[in-house]
């Protein structure tokens, strides 16, 4: 019996094709775990937190920002419900409003009517909690400085004019 022999041009030729299909299946595969955290909540179910995270993109929308980030707010609400009923039964009632506002969760609305059933609440004591809250643990977060290009506090360098204030890009130099 003959040994069937390969040349060097089969040889390279299948292992392109093996390395194109490889390929093919990893970049497929990648979308398929976005999202590679969690939530982890104390006091708030799934739902909850899910709906606060959904509300939190509404209150501060920066298309830029992964929900990871907003996770973070979701995060601190749920260590206040956690110490203080009455602070856990304000957003327990406020993501019901929520959801009944078009007698549909409110993660499964729109943008637009997200915005809607958010705008419905303002002056009650959920929207001043929530929006409260957001302001300082999202905008407190150096990851979230990057994003914005924000160098950080500057009072332990000595002040912006010894450190950074001649720096910005877009400023006209003399």
Same mark, same amino acid.
């Given at each position: 019996? %003959?040994?069937?022999?390969?040349?060097?041009?089969?040889?390279?030729?299948?292992?392109?094709?093996?390395?194109?299909?490889?390929?093919?299946?990893?970049?497929?595969?990648?979308?398929?775990?976005?999202?590679?955290?969690?939530?982890?909540?104390?006091?708030?179910? %799934?739902?909850?937190?899910?709906?606060?995270?959904?509300?939190?993109?509404?209150?501060?929308?920066?298309?830029?920002?992964?929900?990871?980030?907003?996770?973070?707010?979701?995060?601190?609400?749920?260590?206040?419900?956690?110490?203080?009923?009455?602070?856990?039964?304000?957003? %327990?009632?406020?993501?019901?409003?929520?959801?009944?506002?078009?007698?549909?969760?409110?993660?499964?609305?729109?943008?637009?009517?997200?915005?809607?059933?958010?705008?419905?609440?303002?002056?009650?004591?959920?929207?001043?909690?929530?929006?409260?809250?957001?302001?300082?643990?999202?905008?407190?977060?150096?990851?979230?400085?990057?994003?914005?290009?924000?160098?950080?506090?500057?009072?332990?360098?000595?002040?912006?004019?010894?450190?950074?204030?001649?720096?910005?890009?877009?400023?006209?130099?003399?």
């Amino acid at each position: 019996m %003959k040994k069937p022999t390969i040349t060097r041009r089969k040889f390279l030729q299948s292992g392109t094709l093996t390395a194109t299909a490889a390929l093919a299946l990893v970049t497929s595969g990648a979308g398929l775990k976005a999202q590679t955290w969690t939530l982890s909540t104390v006091e708030l179910t %799934k739902h909850e937190a899910a709906t606060l995270l959904a509300a939190c993109r509404q209150f501060y929308p920066h298309d830029g920002l992964g929900d990871l980030y907003y996770a973070v707010c979701v995060e601190s609400l749920d260590g206040k419900a956690a110490a203080d009923k009455g602070v856990s039964s304000t957003l %327990k009632e406020g993501v019901k409003t929520l959801d009944g506002h078009f007698s549909m969760a409110f993660v499964d609305l729109s943008d637009g009517n997200q915005l809607e059933a958010i705008k419905a609440m303002d002056g009650t004591a959920f929207f001043g909690a929530v929006r409260g809250d957001i302001v300082v643990s999202l905008y407190n977060n150096p990851l979230v400085w990057r994003h914005f290009g924000y160098e950080g506090p500057s009072f332990d360098d000595g002040g912006y004019l010894d450190r950074g204030f001649d720096d910005i890009g877009w400023l006209r130099q003399n």
